[in-house]
């Protein structure tokens, strides 16, 4: 199996502009989970997703974030508008419900915004 | 509030000792405590779990204990090597799915 993939795995952009994040779970886990991680916080559960399904979002930090799971296979995690305070790594994870549920993650994407 | 709290930011070690990690948590009752493993600019690896009902599992030189009156995890690696280096986070799975990390020790093992 090819892991959890996320991209793009580096982003830089300029305040006020449009970022989407990607992620594709690893085939056969029905649960997903958006984490963002800094220095100072360290990793933060931003909302997770059983069977496509938004289950808790109260990790999202304001309403210029957004995620959404339109199938089984893909995810994304949408800021706008972005602002300097959200550079961070954001990372995905899948794991399959039902189990001891360990959380298998993707590299990341580094955001950095200007 | 709830929080998860891990010893000492870094911790340094020499070669062939044990190094011991510690894991502390408040107002969560977990269902299960798990230890990964992170390498920079990498994501976290998945190492071990441990049941609330379970004090002690080990695995090869890894030994992860569970005292849920202390609302405390240890985590333990025999004959450290410096190829353990990297950093450790704690994470407590709540009966509703819902994963919260630990800000992670980072070990190094000194050759």
């Known amino acids: 199996d090819a892991g959890v993939i996320q991209s793009p795995r580096h982003e830089v952009t300029e305040m006020g502009q449009e970022v989407t994040l990607r992620c594709k779970p690893i085939s056969g886990h029905n649960s997903l989970f958006w984490y963002r991680q800094t220095m100072m916080r360290g990793l933060e559960l931003l909302i997770y997703?059983?069977?496509?399904?938004?289950?808790?979002d109260s990790g999202m930090p304001e309403d210029r974030f957004s995620a959404k799971m339109p199938n089984a296979s893909f995810s994304t995690l949408k800021i706008q508008p972005s602002e300097p305070r959200d550079s961070a790594v954001y990372f995905c994870?899948?794991?399959?419900?039902?189990?001891?549920?360990?959380?298998?993650f993707g590299e990341g994407s580094r955001l950095t915004v200007l | 509030s709830q929080k998860i709290e891990q010893n000492s930011e870094a911790l340094n070690i020499q070669e062939g000792k044990t190094a011991t990690l510690t894991c502390n948590y408040t107002n969560y009752s977990p269902a299960y405590l798990q230890w990964y493993r992170q390498d920079p600019g990498r994501g976290p690896v998945f190492l071990l779990l441990?049941?609330?009902?379970?004090k002690e599992k080990r695995k090869e030189r890894l030994k992860v204990t569970f005292d849920t009156t202390l609302k405390q995890s240890l985590f333990h690696i025999t004959a450290s090597q410096p190829a353990d280096s990297a950093t450790y986070l704690c994470?407590?799975?709540?009966?509703?799915?819902?994963?919260?990390f630990g800000t992670g020790t980072s070990l190094t093992v000194i050759p």
């Open positions: 997703f059983n069977n496509n399904v938004p289950i808790d």
């Open positions: 441990i049941r609330e009902n379970e």
């Open positions: 994470a407590l799975r709540t009966g509703g799915n819902q994963f919260y």
């Open positions: 994870a899948s794991s399959r419900q039902g189990t001891t549920g360990e959380l298998f």
